[in-house]
């Protein structure tokens, strides 16, 4: 693929409903960072997936949050139970190598709006 | 005190003009990242420097280590060039953090 893939690009639902983002990265990169920007707000770390070591988990907001990676391919946010607090630009970022040492690359990011 | 402070928040200038946009950190960091977000668009990375400087086209990133700081510059301002500016630094535990952007506004 020729960068960063977020799905779906838009999703609406509804509070206490479960939501699954998906990311695919670029092939062959190994860091993967999950973000998400409220509406006039900064980026707001969430998770960050570094090759096989365990991933830096400090930035999910609550028990509610999860995501998963399986090696360097495909990660999976979901979101359990939602709140419209929730709602937000969720964005993935992956790069070749960890710890920055690499460009970025982010994807066009998942809005998601609860109601 | 965030880790990553940018500055200034907010900047208008005129279309011509020299820009500079300032980023200060407090934590030790393994490189700097300036990364770009259009109104209602993607993140675009435009520089990753871990020492001296760094030039693209009228882009050009500098970065001091002993003194914890990183300037952008624009030189020759165009209005698109308005946009979101971010510093984000890439800690020693592996992940980035971000500053809270500045917005920039070139008027023609």
């Known amino acids: 693929g020729a960068g960063v893939s977020q799905s779906p690009s838009n999703k609406v639902t509804e509070k206490g409903k479960d939501v699954e983002l998906r990311c695919d990265p670029i092939?062959?990169?190994?860091?993967l960072y999950w973000y998400r920007q409220s509406l006039g707000q900064g980026l707001e770390f969430l998770i960050y997936f570094q090759g096989n070591s365990a991933p830096d988990k400090s930035g999910l907001p609550s028990d509610r949050f999860s995501a998963e990676r399986t090696g360097e391919s495909v990660s999976t946010l979901t979101i359990q139970r939602t709140q419209q607090e929730d709602s937000a630009v969720y964005l993935c970022?992956?790069?070749?190598?960890?710890?920055?040492?690499?460009?970025?690359?982010f994807g066009n990011g998942t809005r998601l709006t609860v109601t | 005190k965030n880790e990553v402070e940018q500055s200034p928040q907010n900047l208008t200038a005129q279309e011509g003009e020299f820009i500079t946009i300032n980023c200060s950190y407090s934590?030790?960091?393994?490189?700097l990242h300036w990364l770009q977000q259009h109104p209602g668009g993607g993140i675009v990375s435009l520089f990753m420097?871990?020492?001296g400087k760094k030039k693209h086209g009228r882009l050009i990133a500098t970065i001091n280590i002993q003194e914890k700081h990183s300037s952008l510059h624009i030189t020759a301002s165009h209005p698109r060039d308005s946009a979101v500016y971010i510093c984000?630094?890439?800690?020693?535990?592996?992940?980035?953090?971000f500053g809270k952007g500045t917005k920039l506004s070139v008027k023609p």
């Open positions: 934590v030790g960091i393994s490189a």
């Open positions: 970022a992956s790069s070749r190598q960890t710890r920055g040492f690499s460009p970025l690359h």
């Open positions: 420097l871990s020492s």
């Open positions: 984000a630094v890439g800690g020693s535990q592996g992940n980035l953090i």
């Open positions: 092939s062959g990169h190994t860091a």
